[in-house]
């Protein structure tokens, strides 16, 4: 989400399906959303029915190619080459949207003398410093913003990253205005001059050499591109996690946000990048988050350079101008809404109960403690790591390691089972009367069992309501959690133990309906919407202040329950309402469905053309309207507002600055802050493919984080000894008919008869190299470890021409485990740890290997098998067992 | 789907379908057992609004309770989103509430124990509690080594959530694990 939070101000998908119907053209790339999306695939299908153009760029033929007007196989892990090429495209032939470019964008904005790009320093940005294996950022910023970071400042850049790349990261700017500004654009520090410089390289040559798509084929989607865009038309691109799951993941999106930002397709009806979340919740486990980096909406876990009171940590973490500068009211109302009366002026409204954050406790990491005995509990809630985690083999281990660990799920999975029964303990690895692991099984409820919301892939949050109570002992999560807290807060009370007040004062007390005694979900979400001082609803963010007056859970969830209704549950139907549907459910932030839309009115705030209008200037009314959205911007700042001297927030943004989530309220093609490998995407090849890079001498990206272990070793790569062992150039995905690791697919009949078995897809030019039989066994193997699935050979995998070789690419989902009513071999057990060090994701999505005929080794053999292997690849580690 | 009203006509199916139901679907397909079935979605006790658990779409959904039993789920028709519509997922996922691998009942594997053993829900709970305070007191760092800068916080036990949670259960979970100095609250978002 920081590939958008950098670009826009936001980590959400920058429109809605529905709109998809507006576009001209739909390029749909690391996603296969026909098959993985397919009921919002249907807006893809409507805007082609309409005349758009679709493209799928994707290693595989799918049904989202069958149904496209083009479908470009590249080789997987190359994304960031082609859609440079695409930039090049644009800037060599000025296909830019260049008003608004000129208006909207950082385009012009002169840089920093210092700043320097892999143009410069031959795959390298300026700030490295070679000790830490990290950037110091400061050389990326604007020309004229005040020089050096605060030391703590940058220790926090270098330590955290990731989430907090939202937005609340502090550039200071005086009244939101970049130092220095060239509208021309010509000025050779400009960011647009940059760009063309970085990008100078990203030829359809290069293209076709890095991803192996024909120039002519790169071309046609380059032209596709810039043909439906301008004035009268608008391009969509829709990805997933084949972008995400990279060591380069977020540089990915950011391409695209560059892209999108010079075609001017961002805040327009038809336009946007459509983020295509792959759980009914994965947006709102974000939003009010789960993740150790960040609070609700994004507010920086505090960082113990900044935790010593509450005026230091806003100074720290915040910019001031920009809906980022009310980052003191935000965080005060949470502190209100969690501490209550306890939270006052006097005590800095109890910030110093805030734990800090230092480095990376993100889930790898915390599993490699594990390992070492310094994490001994663990809370699993609906998820199955020992099948859904990058090397999950290792994962078993890491359970193995615990003293106690509690799994909540609906039926018995992987992740509860691994002490009896899993690769570990068929290899002897681990014996069960070994692991000292205590294990608590609780049943779950189902979500018809239970009531809140889900946020789904537009930002949209919908009320589910309850159908029927669980049966037995199954609970919902709202209960476990609620019901914990209760018995720990029991236990600590009359505690003296300042480090218990935190917990003891917390405001934990909501309705409890029922007999099983479930904690009312509808409180929970009035808690996240916030009250005022009369204890009236907050209505919107912008009533929430800092001096204590008002609480919100969840900043830009305020309103969610404005004038005491749940919005969320709102189901007018849609034949009783325009297409926005702005009265189904309720979107973040103000119930918005098209983010940054000012930008669909020219910097005069007229509508850029008839058929693109969707938010313009009222000048009789004072005020944005539009065709029934909520105009994502202050309602009557009117286009030639210019802010006063030492104006901060919102006031501090001209009527030209669509991104108000940003310091200059303008979308971002250099990112001056907020990232760790660097302010512009830059091609590096994976951690394993078979090849060098040809564009610079640096491979790879250089601060992907890797875990240098003997459980985690790599498969040698380029043109490293040893990469010829592992030729082929493997991708994961998923399944229509199953869902991620399994638990709530291989447990269905329907499903599992729909799709029973492991299957690993291969062309027939490979079949043939290799001797596989269709519906026969192959062993697909890597330095971790080794897996066996049915062969399927099809069209569907190509081979590709690559720096004058032909390569490989096998495809394999991954849903399978051992428990379920179909089993098989889990495909994360080949993958490495290494990561993207903005957001610690795995690269899933790419990785080497062989694949050899028949079914693979059992028990010891196995180990002697990948130890046979290690040996021929020259990988040091081989005194380790694969397959644990 | 819908079905037939009035009689069956008194010819075979084949016949039928040869005498205008070229694509055996409508009155060739019907017989006299077929004319007494009924919907489940039509004898259901009561429908609830919902919105399906798999892919981040948001397809509406319709659940049909009968009996304190889901009988059915279909797709939404009023939703603008879905518009009636679900993926095979989400077609068959009233089997994902009647599944038969479901477990209703608490088990606990005591340490270095080589079978599962049944446990009270309440009591299960309390021993949880009692580990989490346990390891908390355990681990906890009051401020950083290396300058004396809090901390407040212990990574002994961490949390790792689907992204299926409700919004509300999340907040609860990092609201209460926060409170508690917890740092690695972790979900499916990076997986």
């Not at chain 1, 199953?738 to 062309?763: D, K």
């Amino acid at each position: 989400m920081p590939g958008l939070g950098t670009s826009f101000g936001r980590g959400g998908a920058t429109t809605f399906q529905q709109d998809l119907q507006n576009s001209d053209c739909i390029l749909i790339m690391g996603s296969n959303m026909a098959e993985q999306h397919p009921v919002g695939f249907q807006w893809v299908v409507e805007a082609k029915e309409r005349g758009a153009k679709v493209i799928h760029v994707d290693p595989r033929f799918t049904r989202t190619s069958a149904i496209a007007d083009l479908h470009v196989p590249l080789r997987a892990g190359t994304d960031i080459a082609f859609l440079g090429g695409v930039i090049h495209h644009i800037l060599e032939h000025d296909r830019a949207f260049r008003e608004y470019v000129q208006h909207f964008t950082n385009g012009p904005v002169v840089l920093k003398e210092e700043a320097a790009t892999p143009e410069d320093l031959d795959g390298m940005f300026s700030g490295w410093v070679e000790e830490d294996r990290l950037y110091a950022v400061d050389s990326w910023n604007y020309e004229g913003v005040s020089g050096e970071l605060t030391a703590g400042k940058r220790e926090q850049s270098g330590d955290v990253s990731g989430n907090q790349a939202h937005g609340a990261h502090g550039m200071k700017l005086d009244r939101g205005e970049p130092p220095h500004v060239d509208v021309s654009m010509e000025h050779p520090r400009c960011v647009y001059q940059l760009l063309r410089r970085h990008y100078a390289r990203y030829t359809p040559e290069a293209v076709e050499e890095i991803c192996g798509v024909p120039r002519e084929q790169f071309l046609a989607v380059a032209e596709a591109l810039c043909d439906s865009s301008g004035r009268e038309k608008t391009a969509a691109i829709c990805y997933a996690v084949g972008w995400t799951q990279h060591t380069t993941g977020v540089q990915t999106i950011r391409a695209a946000a560059i892209v999108q930002l010079l075609l001017g397709n961002i805040g327009r009806p038809g336009g946007g990048i459509l983020a295509l979340r792959g759980h009914a919740n994965i947006q709102g486990s974000t939003d009010v988050p789960t993740l150790y980096d960040i609070l609700p909406s994004y507010i920086p876990m505090p960082h113990p350079v900044s935790a010593e009171s509450l005026e230091e940590f806003v100074e720290l973490t915040g910019p001031k101008t920009g809906a980022w500068g009310s980052l003191d009211a935000y965080m005060t109302s949470l502190l209100k809404a969690w501490w209550g009366d306890r939270a006052t002026p006097e005590n800095d409204f109890c910030f110093g109960y805030l734990p800090t954050v230092d480095a990376d406790h993100s889930v790898y990491p915390m599993m490699i403690r594990m390992l070492e005995g310094t994490t001994k509990g663990y809370v699993l809630v609906g998820q199955n790591p020992v099948v859904g985690s990058a090397n999950a083999g290792l994962q078993a281990r890491a359970l193995a390691s615990l003293d106690w660990l509690v799994v909540r799920d609906m039926v018995e999975i992987e992740s509860a089972s691994f002490w009896y029964d899993g690769k570990a303990i068929e290899t002897g690895e681990l014996r069960t009367e070994d692991i000292g692991t205590e294990v608590f099984f609780l049943p779950a409820a189902a979500h018809v069992e239970k009531e809140g919301t889900f946020t789904n892939t537009q930002r949209l949050l919908q009320w589910r309501h309850k159908a029927l109570e669980p049966r037995e002992d199954c609970r919902s999560d709202l209960w476990f959690a609620y019901h914990l807290g209760r018995r720990i807060r029991e236990r600590l009370a009359g505690s003296t133990d300042p480090r218990d007040r935190p917990i003891l004062e917390l405001t934990w007390d909501y309705p409890l309906l029922g007999e099983r005694e479930e904690p009312d979900a509808e409180a929970v979400l009035q808690e996240i919407n916030g009250r005022d001082a009369t204890g009236a609803y907050i209505a919107k963010y912008q009533d929430l202040k800092a001096d204590g007056s008002t609480s919100c859970g969840s900043w830009l969830h305020a309103g969610i329950y404005a004038d005491g209704v749940n919005q969320t549950a709102r189901r007018r139907p849609r034949t009783e309402q325009d297409w926005i549907a702005a009265e189904w459910g309720w979107a973040w932030p103000a119930n918005t469905r098209l983010l940054y839309n000012r930008a669909s009115a020219d910097p005069g705030g007229r509508p850029w053309s008839e058929r693109k209008k969707y938010v313009w200037w009222d000048a009789e009314a004072g005020a944005w309207t539009g065709l029934g959205d909520h105009p994502d911007f202050v309602p009557d700042k009117p286009p030639d507002y210019e802010p006063p001297e030492g104006a901060t927030g919102m006031e501090a943004l001209r009527g030209t600055g669509p991104f108000i989530a940003h310091p200059d309220g303008l979308g971002w093609l250099w990112a001056p802050s907020g990232l760790v490998d660097g302010p512009l995407p830059t091609y590096y090849e994976p951690q394993e493919s078979p090849f060098d890079n040809p564009l610079y001498r640096v491979r790879e990206d250089p601060v992907r984080q890797l875990f240098d272990r003997p459980d985690n070793p790599y498969n040698p790569s380029g043109p490293r000894p040893g990469a010829d062992v592992y030729p082929f150039v493997l991708t994961t995905y998923r399944l229509t008919e199953h869902h991620t690791a399994g638990g709530m697919s291989r447990t269905l009949p329907y499903l599992s008869e729909l799709m029973p078995e492991l299957f690993v897809e291969v062309s027939p030019e490979l079949a043939a190299t290799r001797g596989l039989e269709h519906a026969g066994w192959a062993t697909v193997v890597t330095t971790r470890t080794a897996i066996e699935a049915r062969v399927m050979v099809t069209d569907r995998l190509r081979p590709l021409r690559v720096q004058g070789r032909t390569v490989h690419q096998v495809g394999l989902p991954y849903h399978w485990g051992s428990k379920g009513l179909v089993t098989g071999d889990a495909a994360n057990d080949l993958l490495s740890l290494v990561l993207d060090l903005n957001v610690h994701i795995a690269e899933y999505k790419v990785l080497t290997c062989d694949v050899v005929p028949g079914r693979r080794p059992r028990g010891r053999a196995l180990t002697e098998f990948i130890e046979g292997y290690r040996r021929r690849s020259g990988v040091v580690h081989a005194e380790q067992h694969p397959g644990a | 789907m819908a079905r037939g009203t009035g009689r069956v006509p008194g010819l075979t199916p084949l016949l039928r379908q040869l005498t205008g139901d070229p694509l055996g679907l409508a009155r060739a397909a019907r017989s006299e057992r077929s004319e007494r079935l009924t919907a489940r979605t039509s004898t259901a006790d009561r429908v609830v609004q919902s919105v399906c658990p798999y892919c981040a779409v948001g397809c509406g959904q319709k659940v049909y309770v009968k009996d304190e039993r889901v009988v059915q789920i279909e797709g939404d028709p009023d939703s603008p989103i879905s518009r009636g519509r679900l993926c095979p997922k989400g077609s068959a996922s009233e089997q994902l509430v009647n599944s038969p691998l479901r477990e209703y009942r608490v088990k606990y594997r005591r340490p270095h124990g080589t079978e599962w053993e049944s446990l009270d829900l309440d009591t299960a709970m309390d021993m949880i509690a009692d580990r989490v305070i346990a390891t908390r007191r355990d681990t906890w760092e009051d401020v950083r080594p290396s300058d004396g800068k809090p901390y407040r916080r212990t990574l002994g036990f961490g949390v790792l959530g689907g992204a299926t949670l409700d919004t509300e259960e999340n907040y609860l979970i990092k609201k209460f694990f926060t409170a508690a100095g917890a740092v690695s609250i972790e979900n499916q978002a990076r997986i």
